[in-house]
């Protein structure tokens, strides 16, 4: 088997590719002290003031350091020094290459996206691994090889259906050729149009490839709404019988009659979790979700008119739904479907209905943005310490959560209604998911582990993208390094792009074809 070598070995070996800022110095110093910082190590321990020295995109050393000869520093005082946010659940494998220095994400101090959710990934992992090893960006990534994307290299457009288990073999196959091309594990997006069609028992079997090379099963379930229980019950069944760690995408109850169930759905983990499954997950801080129109109907009927007023209702009717994409006539772009529908003198479910076919006469996919939760869920997920703090965004992203879902949790949730202490968010936003991941040497600031860190203003940091304006920039995170090097400084990019792609070990790994 061919091996192809696209990065430094791990350790200090890998470092060696990566130098400080040059606006430091024009001789580069070799080490750089971070000085009088509050450290929040991303552990969940309470903060205590220290100093960092970084070096060769390393942290090595935490203490009461004193500077070298000639060694440049950063005074911290004031500010919160914490691990770099890996962002478990990022969109950007398509945007981040047209957009390498990332700005809406490292200004919100991501240094790591993770990205392949949902069932849809790159496809063959190998091209899209070569071509961020040539262009690195400003953060590092990873990626997750996506059900749909396997099921449809197999079935094509025939997939509206169950596959045959010859059919599966194949699809077993291409999961491990992805688990040697760098995958972290095996996502899917089971309430989408490829996704939907597939048994539980083809997941499984999917999900048992990605065990078997250490990789996780990541998901979007079969249904966040009406059936989000049964939902639940079926993704904890993947994980038993696949005996893979499970991360729950985005945790939510999205329609009015599942509501206020947050308590009830956290038992059924819970108890799943005591009897030995690897369960966690991770939320985004708004009360709202960016899809396609089509998920809105679960059953598919999408022109049945029965069916869409009960699908309409169930998320508060049609005035919770905006579009944000519909190619055919941009003019709907920031409306809803009850303003439209008033606008053309006809009901909420014949608007739909309209949108459906108008979309499917141009085969294009109509984008929305539903409000349908409630903060008290939101709070009662965030409250459980396996769950993690991620986007569903990404560069680009039309919802604000793309440019300020870890700002918000900061400013919001931590500093205004006191839900989290900064240390548990903090906590939320590093270690966990490097835990979920099995990576050891990010995620805490530790000595030996990468230089992946950010510097931040308790006091100022928050979210300012907005609906209106998604992409609008966060404030209060001041400095932002990626294996050591500076690429937030004070409200603007450097230009640096050190980022890895990285492997299930949290490093640069090899590569198998």
């Known amino acids: 088997m061919k091996r192809f070598q696209f990065f430094l070995c791990s350790g200090i070996l890998a470092a060696l590719a990566f130098v400080l800022a040059p606006a430091f110095s024009q001789k580069k110093p070799q080490s750089l002290l971070i000085t009088n910082a509050q450290i929040a190590d991303g552990t969940g321990a309470p903060l205590f003031k220290g100093n960092v020295r970084i070096a060769l995109g390393h942290i090595v050393g935490i ?39 990332a700005e809406t994400q490292v200004s919100q101090g991501i240094t ?44 094509g457009n025939d997939f509206k259906r169950s ?69 639940l019950d079926e993704e904890i069944s993947i994980g038993e019988r696949a005996h893979i760690p499970v991360e729950h995408s985005h ?53 049945d008119p029965k069916s869409v007023a009960t699908a309409l209702a169930s998320y508060g ?12 006539n941009p003019s709907y772009v920031g ?55 991620a986007s569903d965004g990404g560069v680009g992203s039309q919802h604000p959560r793309g440019a300020g879902t870890f700002p918000r949790v900061l400013g919001v949730y931590v500093r205004e209604k006191h839900w989290l202490t900064l240390a548990e968010a903090i906590r939320k936003m590093t270690s966990l998911p490097a835990q979920r991941l099995g990576w050891k040497t990010r995620g805490v600031i530790k000595e030996g582990n990468f230089a992946d860190l950010v510097l931040l203003n308790p006091e100022t940091v928050l979210d300012r993208s907005t609906f209106a304006n998604p992409t609008a920039l966060s404030t209060g995170i001041e400095k932002v390094f990626v294996n050591g090097t500076l690429v937030w400084d004070s409200g603007k990019a450097t230009g640096s792009r050190p980022g890895f792609v990285i492997g299930r070990k949290g490093v640069a790994m090899e590569i198998s074809n």
């Open 317 to 328: 009717g049609g005035s919770h739904i905006t579009i944000t994409q519909f190619s055919p």
């Open 112 to 155: 790591t996206l993770i990205v392949g959710a949902d069932g849809d990934s790159p496809w063959p992992l190998i091209g899209w691994v070569r071509m961020m090893e040539a262009n690195p960006a400003a953060v590092n990534v990873g990626v997750f090889a996506g059900h749909a994307t396997i099921r449809q290299q197999i079935l």
């Open 163 to 231: 596959s045959t288990a010859p059919e599966i073999r194949l699809m077993e196959q291409l999961m491990g050729q992805a688990m040697n091309q760098s995958a972290l594990g095996l996502s899917s997006g089971l309430e989408y149009e490829v996704g939907s069609y597939a048994t539980t028992d083809e997941v499984v079997a999917l999900a048992k490839i990605a065990a078997q090379s250490g990789g996780i099963y990541m998901t979007h379930i079969r249904d966040e709404a009406d059936k989000s229980f049964e939902a």
């Open 63 to 101: 203490g009461e350091l004193q500077p070298k000869a000639g060694e440049p520093t950063i005074d911290a005082k004031g500010l919160v020094l914490a691990p770099g946010f890996i962002d478990i659940h990022n969109h950007s494998e398509d945007t981040l290459p047209k957009d390498l220095a």
């Open 251 to 303: 945790i939510k109850l999205g329609t009015v009659n599942v509501q206020g169930k947050a308590a009830d759905y956290i038992k059924i983990i819970e108890a799943a979790r005591k009897r030995g499954v690897d369960f966690m997950a991770d939320c985004y801080p708004y009360d709202a979700w960016h899809s396609n129109l089509k998920v809105v109907v679960p059953d598919k009927r999408y022109e």
């Open 335 to 389: 409306r809803t479907i009850a303003d439209l529908a008033r606008t053309n003198k006809i009901s909420d479910v014949e608007m739909y209905i309209r949108l459906i076919r108008e979309g499917d006469a141009a085969h294009t996919e109509t984008l929305i943005i539903g409000q349908s939760m409630i903060e008290s869920d939101i709070k009662a997920f965030y409250q459980q310490p396996w769950v993690m703090v």
